[in-house]
């Protein structure tokens, strides 16, 4: 517990705190008249509305699209069922820009919409809520779907048995205990898109304006900072209703569960109903993950010549001439994976120590702080970006400069990751079968090894994916940590597109190519460090 | 063999979490060696804060280094404005020796705040004057360029229609919906554009189009009036809706017209391949808003001395000459040579807009605003 | 010797009191059984004995050594959980190796041992068979497997047999019997079912909310249950209040014969159903209902005065429900129980 909360501490309550501060404290003392100015502005309440509701109808419509696919990846067994598991992440890791230009290439002028039924979304609230379907998809299906594989199904058979229907049998046993991972992914849905940045401006244009926007302006272009701390607090107020909401949802819900090998609750599809099922999944995954990402990968081989590798041939050329801006790829490539294995380790570390103290532990304070672990996601990346700047900057905590708080900062995202994967799942691991384990001679923590830990092992990997893609797509605060040069994968790709030229275009899309590739490559390596089945370790 | 690879793959793994374990802790128990990145040498180190888009060839760096001793390290801290804002905050610790990337549309805020040291540069005699706007020589002009309409040359020569010049021509009915401009909220050349704007028809006018002097909101009610499109950053306006670029071109962009840099048509033919003769774009020169990028001595540096050696050397003939294809910017010194593709496919602005820094900073957020309002909603 | 030692062992759950001064000894080799309904505590002694569930009061000694400060991977016991808690994500031979491993047994020493164990828990070869394949029984054998590999000084058993069907329950209860007197292994057992405890144990304590109504072997409990509450858990539902006189004892089903050492006064009085026989002349009832048990028909009579009576009867010439019958009671099936003693 003690490490989680220093952390916490140290790298977001204080500068977020710290920031705050010096915007509604001047020498006269506090101003929260501000709070009152700010809030009476025209504009401010529109802005906040149009967060909120966005936010809630893009969680709604994410669960609608993304469940039925949890289902469908938990419970049935079809070939490129892995790989697939890793393609519908890649959106997570791409950086917005890219996104929005593969978005646009389904939605947009000439995109597939207008030329199948002639509606064009761009500029549409529509555009913004497919894309954070598109952007969320994968938190749903791998946050549901990853505790769905664990559930035994003999469970629901009963409740047929009994006399339940299909779906009533699902409404009555698996939803309720599916609930806190259903809850645990809605959150962190909504905290995504409630925060939303690029997404909004890129589809929607410059008339839709989040909340996250304003921050970002007041604070990184106005240093408009008094006005930028009322928007933080309303932010936070905002989102400790969510949470709040969220854990008096699920406060009790979370109970210990029979939990079984995954592997032996999938199965090929059977009858209609499946195969429609999984048709329309894989057709839903088709249209809206895969297709964008295709016009990337097709955009990367279309060069003025006609289709061919001339991009990627110049992407293996670049830094040969020198200079600081353009990044070999290899390089590239190596900054990424080395800060996101740190950023994950972190994550890991962090997250997985507290929701252990979280399993064991009860109360309104465990509350508490089970919902401050999720408060980073809910909270203006440049707020704490800024704060980093303001109260790291005495020894021993001189972090500004150092390569390190890039890591800490994507950790502060993929910790409510780790915690809100792994706790549905550890507090489903029956108590007595550690008791079972303590008695045959393992100490707490060979028992919390072996035990919990084999138990835990696929949502543990399931968390560690996420931190993995939200380090490696530069999630947060770090767009606002300066660093020495050493680019990663979105960063160069983001120095691509600054810039005018066919080439310069065409390898920033080469690179994305590489940027989904290594991102898929890594999470499939890490679904293949699960051991198969249950075979004994010793 | 599966389970060799599996094998190895968790002992990686599980080396790696150990490794970030043990680092994370010494970065929470606040092990501040490692805080000043590369190591001991401090006193010999430079530390360069700068925007995102900063480069220099390397070998012009070593040669900074040999010359003087001092290693560069170069800290990339966000957009322009970001980056300032945050030396701002960080006044009297900053996190380097010396800025570079104010612009004359931040200028004032950065003066305002005091975060630099006066230091009057060797070499900035070498100057053109009318660059030098603070006398106080608290930052020092380093490069200078403008932000301008482009033009798609191929569409207006399959319609043997001529490109637009002036400002005024953006509102004529024969250029109807062929521009589109970035927010001047937050893009960095929307608001140079809007500021050009401000420059040539002044602060005067209604936003309603009366009959007065005709100021820049009587202007741009004209620009919405004739179909002027609004999207966020310069990334879209150039990537996805201007026909004339690589990106737009595959995006089915169908605006001729766009707010770029002077420079975006040379960088289009050093980025192509096989370079072609002529540049695809041209520049409207009379739509264009004058930057110029200064840098400065950060107050509390640690190592000033090698501060003002780097300043001195940002203004020497070197680097003026490698920013050109590295920044794609001009340099300011007067005996600077121009590459050759810039005095090929580049554009001779005469007579750019400029607005003063003070009025900037004066009158920045209400224009925003305004034009917000104006032509956004 | 005494392996096992508990002393005014109290756990108290909020208010209440889940054990209540407990003293119990388990001799070395020796099987107890501890008899109780639901909730009156007999799990919660084993979870202390354990050392997973904190003692509010008293002391646990295992050996002669106060266990207070002894976690439950150090005590050396064993525990099979009344639902095995088989460890899914292992198979049959990872779940019996799992103490082995904790020890720190070599590995060709786990798979000896494994072998060894599943061979005498009668699923030789199953080592690599996942648990979730497996029925009822055979993960019980599992568990019991599981808890025996360490070889642990004292196995306790928690329901060991509740789940299962009742022929494979008594097949299974003469094989432990057997296997623990082969093996001299110390056992403490609780269970429900008076059948199973007498099978099983050397000695019998039955419990009720949290305190010990009784303790003695098998044939003491059976033959001088200690009080009401014990006849009646042990089923036998002839109890009635009644003045004991010189060898005979006045009751509402009329005057019945005594043991001659039973102590005179106000007592209770148990008629076991043996000892409730068809005769030419006595109590007349009327035949409520019948049940073949095997060897005998358990009957339900109805008599004139008095509650019901359970009597026991051969085959041969059972009367039919409806009958008119007339019973008298054999005094070497009678008990006085004290009713001082009832707790």
Request: hydrophobic share 45%; with cysteine.
């Amino acid at each position: 517990m003690a490490v989680p909360l220093a952390f916490f501490g140290l790298f977001f309550a204080y500068p977020v705190a710290a920031i705050v501060g010096r915007g509604l404290k001047t020498d006269a003392g506090w101003q929260l008249g501000r709070i009152g100015d700010v809030l009476a502005e025209p504009g401010i309440a529109g802005v906040l509305w149009f967060t909120a509701w966005q936010a809630l109808a893009s969680t709604a419509l994410t669960l609608l699209v993304a469940l039925p696919a949890a289902y469908v990846f938990a419970r049935l067994d079809f070939p490129g069922k892995q790989v697939l598991r890793a393609v519908v992440t890649i959106p997570f890791v791409l950086p917005t820009v890219v996104v929005g230009t593969a978005f646009l290439a389904l939605v947009g002028r000439g995109g597939l919409t207008q030329e199948l039924w002639g509606v064009r979304l761009d500029t549409t609230v529509w555009a913004i809520l497919l894309a954070h379907v598109f952007f969320n998809y994968a938190v749903v299906v791998r946050t549901v779907g990853g505790l769905w594989a664990q559930l035994d199904p003999r469970q629901e058979e009963a409740a047929r048995v009994l006399g339940a229907g299909r779906l009533a049998a699902w409404r009555q046993v698996t939803l309720p205990a599916l609930a806190p991972a259903v809850a645990a992914a809605a959150v962190m849905v909504f905290l995504f898109t409630f925060t939303s940045f690029g997404v909004v401006q890129i589809l929607g244009g410059p008339s839709y304006a989040t909340l996250e926007v304003e921050v970002y302006r007041q604070t990184a272009q106005l240093l408009d900072l008094s006005t930028a701390a009322v928007l933080t607090l309303v932010q936070f107020a905002a989102v400790a209703g969510i949470l709040a909401v969220h854990a008096w949802t699920v406060r009790r819900r979370e109970t210990a569960l029979r939990l079984v090998d995954p592997a032996r609750t999938a199965h090929p599809p059977r009858g209609t109903g499946q195969r429609l099922l999984l048709g329309g999944v894989l057709l839903t995954v088709a249209l809206l993950i895969v297709l964008p990402l295709g016009v990337l990968v097709e955009r990367s081989f279309d060069t003025p010549g006609g289709y061919g590798t001339g991009y990627y041939e110049a992407l293996s050329r670049a830094g040969s001439g020198g200079g600081t801006f353009l990044v070999p790829p290899l390089e590239a490539v190596r900054n990424s994976l080395e800060y996101a294995l740190a950023a994950t380790g972190i994550a890991l570390l962090v997250g997985g120590l507290a929701a252990a103290a979280l399993t064991r532990r009860a109360g309104p304070f465990v509350r508490g702080f089970d919902a401050l672990l999720m408060l980073p996601l809910g909270v203006s990346a440049v707020t704490v970006g800024f704060g980093f700047l303001i109260t790291l900057d005495e020894p021993p905590l001189d972090l500004r400069t150092s390569w390190l708080l890039v890591p800490l900062a994507q950790a502060l995202v993929g910790v409510p990751f780790v915690v809100r994967t792994m706790l549905p799942v550890l507090r489903a691991v029956d108590e007595r079968l550690r008791e079972a384990a303590a008695v045959l001679g393992a100490s707490p923590l060979r028992a919390w090894r072996e035990v919990d830990l084999p138990l835990v092992r696929r949502a543990l990997l399931i968390a560690a994916g996420f931190a993995f893609a939200v380090s490696l797509g530069e999630f947060g605060a770090t767009v606002f940590i300066a660093r020495a040069d050493r680019p990663t994968l979105p960063v160069a790709v983001a120095r691509l597109l600054g810039r005018a030229g066919d080439l310069n275009y065409g390898q920033a899309m080469a690179l994305s190519t590489v940027l989904m590739l290594v991102c898929a490559a890594a999470l499939l390596v890490l679904e293949r460090l699960r051991p198969d089945k249950t075979s004994g370790e010793f | 063999m599966s389970t060799t690879t599996r094998r190895l793959a968790a002992t990686a793994l599980a080396t790696a979490l150990g490794a970030s374990a043990l680092t994370a802790c010494g970065g929470g128990s606040g092990d501040g060696s490692a805080a000043d990145g590369s190591g001991k040498p401090a006193q010999k180190t430079v530390t360069l804060v700068t925007h995102d888009s900063f480069a220099v060839t390397d070998a012009v760096l070593k040669e900074f280094e040999q010359q003087t001793g001092h290693t560069v390290k170069v800290l990339n801290s966000g957009d322009a404005g970001t980056a300032l804002n945050q030396e701002i905050l960080t006044k009297g610790s900053p996190r380097g020796d010396v800025f570079f990337g104010v612009d004359n549309t931040l200028l004032s805020r950065a003066l305002d705040n005091g975060i630099f040291t006066p230091y009057e540069a060797k070499g900035l005699d070498a100057v053109k004057p009318e660059f030098v706007l603070d006398a106080q020589h608290r930052v020092t002009p380093v490069d200078s360029g403008d932000i301008c309409v482009n033009y798609d040359k191929a569409y207006f020569a399959d319609r043997k229609l001529a490109p637009p010049q002036t400002l005024d021509d953006l509102a004529k009915p024969e250029y109807k919906d062929l521009l589109v401009v970035e927010n001047a909220a937050t893009s960095s050349p929307g608001l140079s554009f809007l500021l050009a704007t401000v420059g040539k028809y002044g602060d005067g006018g209604t936003s309603q189009g009366g009959a007065s002097g005709g100021g820049w909101k009587d202007y741009w009610a004209k620009l919405k009036a004739n179909g002027v499109e609004v999207v966020d950053g310069w990334e879209q306006a150039y990537n996805e809706r201007f026909s004339g670029s690589a990106g737009g071109k595959k995006a089915k962009g169908d605006r001729p017209l766009v707010v770029s840099y002077a420079s975006s048509p040379p960088v289009e033919v050093l980025y192509a391949e096989p370079q072609p003769a002529e540049a695809p774009t041209g520049v409207a020169t009379g739509t264009c808003f004058r930057q110029t990028e200064f840098a400065g001595l950060l107050k509390g540096a640690k190592n000033e001395a090698g501060g003002k050696a780097l300043i001195d050397f940002m203004i020497g003939k070197k680097f003026q000459e490698d920013m050109p294809l590295k920044m794609f910017v001009n340099p300011v010194v007067k005996d600077a040579q121009l590459p050759e593709l810039f005095t090929k496919h580049g554009a001779v602005v005469e007579k750019p807009e400029t607005v003063a820094p003070d009025a900037i900073a004066k009158n920045r957020e209400q224009w925003v605003k305004t034009w917000t309002s104006l032509v956004v909603k | 010797m005494t392996l096992l030692e508990l002393a005014g062992v109290s756990v108290r759950f909020g208010g209440r009191a889940a054990v209540d001064g407990v003293d119990l000894e388990v001799a070395e080799h020796e099987t107890v059984c501890v008899l109780g309904p639901s909730g009156s505590g007999k799990s919660t002694l084993l979870r202390v004995v354990a050392g997973l569930q904190p003692v509010s009061e008293g002391r646990v000694l295992l050996g002669g050594a106060d266990q207070a400060r002894v976690p439950a991977h150090r005590r050396g016991v064993g525990l099979m959980f009344q639902d095995h808690q088989l460890f899914p994500h292992r198979d049959v031979g990872g779940n019996v190796a799992f103490g082995l491993r904790m020890q720190g047994a070599s590995r060709a020493a786990q798979q000896a041992r494994v072998a060894e164990l599943l061979e005498l828990v009668g699923l030789p070869g199953a080592g690599r068979r996942p648990v979730s394949s497996l029925s009822g029984g055979e993960q019980q054998r599992v568990a019991l497997a599981r808890a025996l590999a360490p070889s642990p000084r004292l196995l306790m058993l928690d329901e060991p047999l509740g789940q299962l069907d009742r022929g494979l329950r008594e097949r299974l209860v003469v094989e432990l019997r057997e296997l623990f007197t082969r093996l001299g292994t110390t056992v403490l057992a609780v269970t429900h079912d008076q059948g199973e405890a007498f099978a099983l144990a050397d000695r019998v304590v039955v419990m009720r909310e949290g305190r010990i109504a009784q303790a003695g072997t098998p044939l003491e409990v059976w033959q001088r249950p200690a009080s009401e509450f014990v006849a009646r858990f042990l089923g036998f539902d002839n109890v009635v209040p009644a003045t004991v006189s010189d060898g005979s004892a006045v009751t509402p089903w009329g005057e019945v014969p005594v043991p001659e050492d039973s102590p005179r006064g106000d007592h209770r009085l148990l008629v076991r159903p043996a000892g409730v026989r068809l005769a030419a002349d006595g109590l007349a009832c009327e035949v409520e209902s019948r049940t073949f048990r095997g060897a005998h028909v358990a009957l339900r009579l109805r008599p004139a005065g008095g509650p019901a009576l359970e009597a026991e009867c051969d085959l041969a010439g059972a009367p039919a429900p409806g009958d008119r019958v007339a019973v008298a009671f054999a005094p070497s099936e009678v008990v006085v129980i004290p009713a001082s003693q009832a707790p």
